[in-house]
């Protein structure tokens, strides 16, 4: 595999590169090779239980589909492999609260065709009380060989 571009490159691709990334808000924190940070802003508009102002749960799916994606694509080439979300999970474990969240995404196995992924959903005032859990799975056409890692 080639070079890691540098984590600026990821950060325009996340934020402006993909439309739907900027519309959201989504902020990418931190980048690593098979790992992203990103902040998913507190907004009125991604209320889904009004009663308590908690985050709907589509805004944190879509989220973790952003976060392992993108950490998906640090084990690929991103400017010419395709990759696709095969199976995306999110287990909703305690209610967020009207504060931004944080979503770590983390590639467990990055194979020749499909790509396992963690994610994790927290608030960043409190890192250890999970809001949701994740999975995604990822197909992935690379233009060049490669060897499993992970």
């Given at each position: 595999?080639?070079?890691?571009?540098?984590?600026?490159?990821?950060?325009?691709?996340?934020?402006?590169?993909?439309?739907?990334?900027?519309?959201?808000g989504?902020?990418?924190?931190?980048?690593r090779?098979?790992?992203?940070?990103?902040?998913?802003?507190?907004?009125?508009?991604?209320?889904g239980e009004?009663?308590?102002?908690?985050?709907?749960?589509?805004?944190?799916?879509?989220?973790?589909?952003?976060?392992?994606?993108?950490?998906?694509?640090?084990?690929?080439?991103?400017?010419?492999?395709?990759?696709?979300?095969?199976?995306?999970?999110?287990?909703?474990?305690?209610?967020?609260?009207?504060?931004?969240?944080?979503?770590?995404?983390?590639?467990?196995?990055?194979?020749?065709?499909?790509?396992?992924?963690?994610?994790?959903?927290?608030?960043?005032?409190?890192?250890?009380?999970?809001?949701?859990?994740?999975?995604?799975?990822?197909?992935?056409k690379?233009?060049?060989?490669?060897?499993?890692k992970?």
């Amino acid at each position: 595999m080639e070079k890691l571009p540098n984590a600026d490159f990821y950060k325009q691709v996340f934020e402006k590169g993909v439309p739907f990334n900027a519309f959201m808000g989504f902020e990418l924190l931190e980048v690593r090779e098979g790992y992203v940070k990103l902040r998913v802003p507190y907004k009125q508009g991604f209320i889904g239980e009004f009663r308590e102002n908690r985050l709907h749960g589509g805004v944190l799916l879509a989220a973790v589909d952003s976060a392992a994606g993108i950490a998906s694509f640090t084990t690929a080439n991103i400017m010419t492999d395709k990759m696709a979300t095969v199976d995306l999970r999110l287990d909703f474990i305690n209610p967020s609260i009207a504060e931004d969240v944080i979503v770590e995404g983390i590639v467990k196995k990055s194979g020749s065709r499909i790509i396992f992924t963690h994610a994790l959903v927290y608030h960043p005032s409190n890192p250890t009380h999970l809001i949701a859990e994740g999975r995604a799975t990822y197909s992935v056409k690379r233009q060049e060989k490669y060897e499993d890692k992970k």
